[in-house]
């Protein structure tokens, strides 16, 4: 199907304004300039907005963003929620327009985790940091008026593929427990010519040499495409992994990747939802706010998420 309409006029408008990128010379550093903060300053309002830090996986700083929706109990339901850019790009301001939105949709507080990018920091630093996170998130989850028994991750893109990873990683290393995966149109192998979708998708946001740029400066080489903790698909046990929701995008060349881990979770055991949403390209919950279809699906996923928490 075409791209969506309200989408198309809004891209087509940022389009005459945006750089070319060559990311055959392109470094992480100018993409960082032309990717920019995306911190709107506005979105929905919650009720209140936490900055925090905790401990990276090697003992620095780690900045986390709590959201709390209005009405939300005192011991609240949570996500802990990994954002997108490829593991080079993006912060918890990048995201913070989606988190208002699915705090306010979910009716959870939402805890976004700012961990360290690469190139200079590569895999496995990622999801060590998102790992250390969650472990620090649950001892200190009285401090933050949460349930720690009732706790999700949800990611998109390169934070879907770190939040299903960090889940791998609870059931490898004994917890903590995560009730429930919401996995927005990640990235599950690290190959990146494999898939039909990767050769057909026309998708205006994330076209294929962007996400080989990305795959090389998070992981180097192809050494790690076998690696679990890099590629969960490539995992050769999925079991005993929480619930999920694995949502793609139908002109995603993210798309049929993340159709087959959907499959793979269900052949391993875990109970999985998977929906792919016409008309839409990668990353469409950036444009939430603006885009109906794109509301429609962040929020038929929240009701998802609650409903499993």
């Known amino acids: 199907m075409p791209l969506d309409e309200t989408l198309s006029s809004i891209l087509e408008g940022a389009a005459e304004d945006a750089p070319e990128m060559n990311f055959d010379v392109l470094t992480p550093e100018e993409f960082r300039v032309i990717n920019g903060d995306y911190s709107e300053g506005g979105g929905e309002n919650v009720e209140t907005i936490e ?3 905790l401990l990276d996986s090697d003992g620095g700083d780690m900045s986390i963003r709590i959201y709390r929706p209005e009405g ?34 979910s009716g959870m507080v939402i ?21 250390s996170a969650l472990s620090q998130i649950v ?35 004994n917890g903590p427990n995560i009730k429930y995966q919401t996995l927005f149109y990640g990235g599950f192998d690290i190959d990146t010519y494999g898939w039909p979708s990767h050769k057909e998708s026309s998708d205006p946001i994330l076209p294929m040499d ?24 490539r995992s050769e046990d999925l079991s005993g992994l929480p619930p999920a929701q694995v949502i793609t995008a139908e002109l995603d060349p993210l798309r049929d990747e993340g159709e087959a881990y959907a499959k793979a979770l269900n052949e391993a055991g875990v109970e ?6 016409s008309s839409l390209p990668h990353a469409f919950l950036v444009f939430f706010e603006f885009v109906p ?10 009701v998802r998420l609650a409903e499993n928490i």
């Open 272 to 277: 999985t939802h998977y929906e792919c949403i």
């Open 111 to 131: 805890i976004a985790v700012d961990y360290r990018k690469a190139p200079e920091h590569p895999f496995p630093v990622p999801p060590e940091d998102c790992y």
């Open 293 to 302: 279809a794109a509301r429609e699906a962040m929020e038929a996923a929240c």
């Open 72 to 105: 939300s109990p005192s011991k609240s339901p949570a996500a802990i929620f990994f954002h997108g850019g490829g593991w080079v790009v993006g912060n918890i301001n990048s995201h913070d327009g989606q988190c208002r939105g699915l705090a306010n949709s």
């Open 210 to 233: 962007m996400m080989r740029w990305f795959y090389r400066h998070y992981v180097g080489s192809e050494n790690f495409i076998e690696e679990p903790y890099a590629s969960p698909l």
């Open 139 to 173: 001892e200190n989850a009285d401090d933050y008026g949460i349930d720690p028994e009732r706790l999700a991750v949800v990611g998109d893109s390169a934070g879907a593929n770190l939040a299903t990873v960090v889940c791998q990683m609870a059931r490898d290393r």
């Open 51 to 53: 900055d925090l830090n």
